[in-house]
């Protein structure tokens, strides 16, 4: 008997970290040696592409026009006669759904992604970008905040499978020595969700801080306007820099004292793994599941919505001394090990599969 096929579908390998997470599952799926795998997605970005296995195969479905879109992504689907298809976000939900629909015969195993949280109330637009969930498989959560959330409707279907990455070959940040200025380092895309306005508005009024914001910019975005203004009016220039994302986040972070992720909502942000992993002491949002992984530093959480709470927490972290920082960092690397674990994740995934071959 040959190996079950996977398809792993998303709209792109950009720097998001939907897309860095179906790169880790790939990665470990295809590293079981019990699998199949194929990559497929229809937007041209491809940050995250060259971490890929070189033992999957990958599939660029290149096209704007949404109709032509489905077209081509369910004659892929039909010509791979994929056995499980895995999909991050609603626009490859939706397309994976689809085929799932029209060949229902096949009977493919489709589990798809809630990559964030909702915070407001759903509506019916919030279902209706939901149709896959009605004829998925499995639907899994990457928060558990998310699961409670969705319980009430779709019940049995849901999972929680937190992000995980590989934790080898990743050096604990081992400086802590203070010095007159403070550096936070914010890894993350440069977007409303992230809160910049927030965060810009805060150290305005902190002195001696400087932040890096290591992201992707979409300068036709509004925000990214309204943040260029900010700077301008505040003369911020010497307290933040807005850089290029790096693929060597490990390495950079490091040397950081601190990591800072401010974000309205979340699901499971690969900003705050990655900073456990290295052992770097974390600023955050009290969103989503972050209470849960940041159990043990708990006082440098803050309401992203409260620039006065943001200012307190980030001058509570300048006041802490060696000791209380190294013991902040030794915590979160320690944690990140039980909780982010990528062989973790990838088994838990291949239960999903299994479950379906029992039923």
């Not at 693929?247 to 699901?267: C, H, Q, R």
């Not at 006082?299 to 200012?311: G, M, S, T, V």
Request: glycine fraction near 4%.
């Amino acid at each position: 008997m040959g190996k079950s096929k996977v398809v792993l579908v998303t709209d792109s390998f950009n720097s998001g970290g939907a897309q860095k997470q179906l790169v880790n599952l790939a990665n470990g799926l295809e590293e079981s040696k019990k699998y199949s795998i194929t990559t497929v997605q229809y937007y041209k970005y491809s940050f995250f592409e060259n971490l890929l296995s070189k033992d999957i195969k990958v599939v660029k479905v290149i096209t704007e026009n949404k109709i032509i879109r489905i077209y081509k992504l369910v004659l892929f689907f039909y010509r791979e006669k994929p056995d499980i298809i895995i999909s991050f976000l609603h626009g490859p939900n939706n397309y994976s759904a689809i085929y799932k629909l029209l060949f229902f015969w096949r009977k493919v195993h489709l589990i798809v992604g809630e990559r964030n949280l909702n915070i407001n109330d759903l509506k019916m637009k919030d279902f209706l970008i939901r149709f896959s969930h009605l004829v998925a498989n499995n639907i899994v959560c990457n928060s558990y905040a998310q699961q409670d959330r969705l319980l009430p409707y779709y019940g049995t279907k849901l999972s929680v499978i937190p992000n995980g990455t590989t934790t080898e070959g990743i050096e604990k940040k081992k400086d802590f020595s203070k010095s007159d200025i403070c550096r936070l380092i914010v890894p993350a895309r440069f977007i409303d969700q992230k809160n910049p306005l927030g965060l810009l508005d805060a150290i305005n009024e902190v002195e001696n801080i400087q932040v890096d914001w290591y992201g992707e910019v979409f300068k036709d975005y509004s925000v990214y306007k309204q943040a260029l203004d900010l700077i301008e009016k505040n003369n911020l220039n010497k307290k933040i820099r807005i850089l290029v994302p790096t693929s060597d986040i490990y390495n950079v972070m490091t040397k950081y004292d601190a990591m800072i992720l401010p974000s309205f909502y979340e699901g499971c942000p690969n900003a705050v793994i990655d900073a456990m992993l290295c052992g770097v002491p974390i600023l955050a949002s009290d969103v989503s599941d972050n209470k849960i992984y940041l159990d043990t530093q708990k006082e440098l959480l803050f309401n992203p919505y409260l620039k006065e709470d943001i200012i307190d927490k980030i001058n509570l972290f300048k006041s802490m001394n060696v000791e209380k920082r190294t013991r902040i960092g030794e915590m979160n690397y320690k944690i990140s090990r039980n909780f982010f674990n990528k062989k973790t994740m990838v088994e838990n995934y291949i239960s999903l599969f299994d479950q379906n071959n029992n039923n």
